[in-house]
């Protein structure tokens, strides 16, 4: 299985990529022990790669009162489920295991979010999530109402939509390049970790 | 979490069930040593309980020339994933993980059938099993040529076609009960079993 | 007219079915005059035909107080005609015009069951069967409360939500197998009988 | 039941109505022995009412090698079906049962049109005017190619699209007006003509 | 550009109309400066061509206390729009900027009506003619109460759902047909007259 | 209509953005003689802004051989077209407008690319952009194919995926903060410049 090859476009010379790329490589196959391929197929194009996780960093790599890490994660998962992006939920449904400290609910998320084991606030949410995801059109005040109810604030509320927004472009991108997922993703946070 | 109602419903006391009933239920459970919530949710109607598994026995408790057991889960994994179905997704990603040998081929069918690691036929055989399933009402002879150009002759595609109809069913009662996935299921099938 | 297959799948001879299958046949012929289509297109299979009738006859062959007869031919009616089942339609649209002692009553809920001459209470029974039928993933408490205030109890439910379902494989296995609807269904309970 | 109201709308004073308008209703009474509810609920609006029977006449009172006044019935019966129209499926229900001299026709072509006992030909007419009546936007150079294969020609194919596009009017019409079906229509075609 | 052919039929040979139809193009080459296609299209069959400006004229040309002539044009222009209809939305989109004296308007509602900067009373029509555009089936009487709220009488919103309907017609000829558009509407309604 | 705010959010002030941001604001006023709303909107987050117009230039600041500036607004007016963007619709029409040097282009592009006066293979370029657009899930090796012959290479595929995928992501953001168009774009390069 692992010698299929990583996506329908070939892949650059790690060793031809600028400096910064190569750096950004290293450091998370240093972190998570492999690296992911979403990496190895952007890198590629240098200047989308270092647009396409600033954006993600600037969403993701962030914790706010109002939207936990794990939060961010259920939005991935989620909107990334309904748009069937392999990639997306099978990396994703790993690091929300591993954020929400919860080894089922990323499945229960991927499938019907609406029975997972998850807050009314959570659902509400996904809720809007999934409208930005697939019928941004019809967002309207009473959506953003209903979230300031459940005491989100407007700067959360653009978080929620953004990252929904912004998984939207990488699902696509995916979905496209017919991208693999890493082996490694599919047990991670599924099983306590060995020390 | 395992405190959480196995559905909507109340479960019947098993001790009042019918003979035939508590019999297959105590089988289930000395085989995969926990009952899985299907059972019990469905044991307060026992007419219809004994229904459920005598179709669901005929059509999956069978392994043919054209239609192994590991492509009938493949079938209820996406068609289950298309409906939303927490259960069947989980409870028959587990088993098909274990018919197929294949810790990964769970999570790929339900996320996007189309880019995982199966073969041209297994494809051919998802795509009529979902048009089965989300419009059956446009099949017609080209979708049968189609399945008999990759081999399956005309007994597999009734299979084919019952278990997407069957899951049908099945994924519509568990969505209107909100029936649980037994957190066993999860797991089932991903790494090596303990001797 | 008469002389076109009965479905894409060639029927068995009655004479080398199961005895029990045989007799449910007779009995049906007596009943009605004729064998529905279903019981033949079925027979072939016996342990499916078994279930399926059984599953069917919990279902169908019952009478609740919150729940008449002619109501679950309603719910057959309106889930069949949105999967575009012909024979449901037809033969079932029969049953409901003689169990309604009502001529008009199965064209309208075809067409358009909102539209239909039937209580507010029937519809709220449609909107969720239909909810059931087509976006079973969508069925919230608010759908369970809504039927409630209309006097359903939990039980009444789960029928209208099981017959929903139970058709929704029906009218499957029907289109796969491209299943003639008997001459006999389009005129009954049309015309007073004949003494 | 046939005290319930036409329409949403009052209905006009006959002796009230234009003198052509009363004379088309008289017309169409002394041929059909009642007066279809449509001219009642359009003569209210006397523009409206000659503009909607002048196209209607235009379009369906005619009869060319091409295209026969029951395969004209068809189209009509199809899209309505599709656009859950009470009024015109029950209504030319009648009408292409008595054009087709088949009593059987009408709900076939309702209920799917591609299981009715109808030719290829006229499949790939109503696939066409199925088209037109709810995508018309994809309809293209490829679409009318496959009619020319059929034998359609270029004024047949407006006529078929122009049949579907003026029932979709008529269809949005009636269900914006809750347009009740007349009593008589059920029946008429079902049984053989009394002397 | 102006040499492509008005549509996929042939035009008919002005001095060959009925004389009618030809005072009619007149009329409107007169006011207008040039004849709009539809006229050409529509003119090679005068009995459809009478019925659909007779139908057009009774709905268009009318102003009334409760729907002006600008908010008759904002139906068509959202309408058209989700039925994708070039003609109509570039035609219509010019009569809406004239009539409403708003250069920005029609492209605000043909690409999304719901951030338009139009009143919540002209919310709610486009909402109801959208309905009745896509989804007439489920018109009910809470749609009409919710006019009603905003002020509209039960003539408006016949008028309202009867322009949806009518330019439904309008969009599926103009599809079918590949009527292209007059250069010359693009730009009406965008720049102060000159004198 | 100019004093409408600009977003559902407020503005930051343009003297207490970071040195950068400020710049490129500058600059685009500076060529275009006015500021476009989504850099007043994106600059309240500067890091996100920083990566949404760095991925922006990447793929719509260039030109190959296989795919000039023009079509790449095709891309960007056809699927926000179909996502209901105001912004994205108006401004990129007036961007595409100038750069085909085609007044009439963006508009028939908005209501309908399939009935829009551009190639073959301009047409088949936007066919595959609605795909990613809309059912990117169905993207595959047929589709790629389909480009090649029209001489696209894999290079113009990813550049016409990503800025389909791009795009989904800004119509998201702007639907999401109800994001106004500036009315300077409304008439860009719909009349011949003054000098």
Chains 1, 2, 3, 4, 5, 6 share one sequence.
């Not at 240098?46 to 939060?71: N, S």
């Amino acid at each position: 299985m692992q010698h299929q090859p990583v996506s329908r476009y070939s892949l650059p010379d790690i060793d031809d990529l600028p400096e910064d790329i190569r750096q950004r490589i290293a450091e998370v196959r240093e972190k998570a022990g492999f690296v992911p391929n979403i990496f190895l197929t952007l890198a590629r194009r240098p200047a989308e790669f270092r647009a396409f996780f600033a954006y993600h960093d600037a969403l993701m790599e962030k914790e706010t009162p109002g939207l936990g890490q794990a939060e961010r994660e259920m939005i991935v998962v989620a909107t990334s489920a309904r748009n069937q992006c392999q990639y997306c939920v099978i990396a994703h449904g790993a690091i929300l295991r591993i954020r929400a400290k919860n080894p089922h609910i990323a499945d229960q998320i991927a499938t019907n979010y609406r029975k997972a084991d998850i807050s009314a606030r959570q659902k509400a949410m996904l809720d809007y999530a999934l409208k930005v995801s697939r019928r941004a059109e019809l967002v309207d005040e009473d959506d953003h109402a209903r979230l300031r109810e459940h005491g989100f604030d407007d700067e959360d509320i653009w978080d929620i939509g953004s990252i929904a927004a912004f998984f939207g472009l990488s699902n696509r991108i995916v979905n496209m390049s017919s991208m693999r997922t890493n082996d490694e993703f599919y047990l991670l946070g599924r099983v306590p970790r060995e020390k």
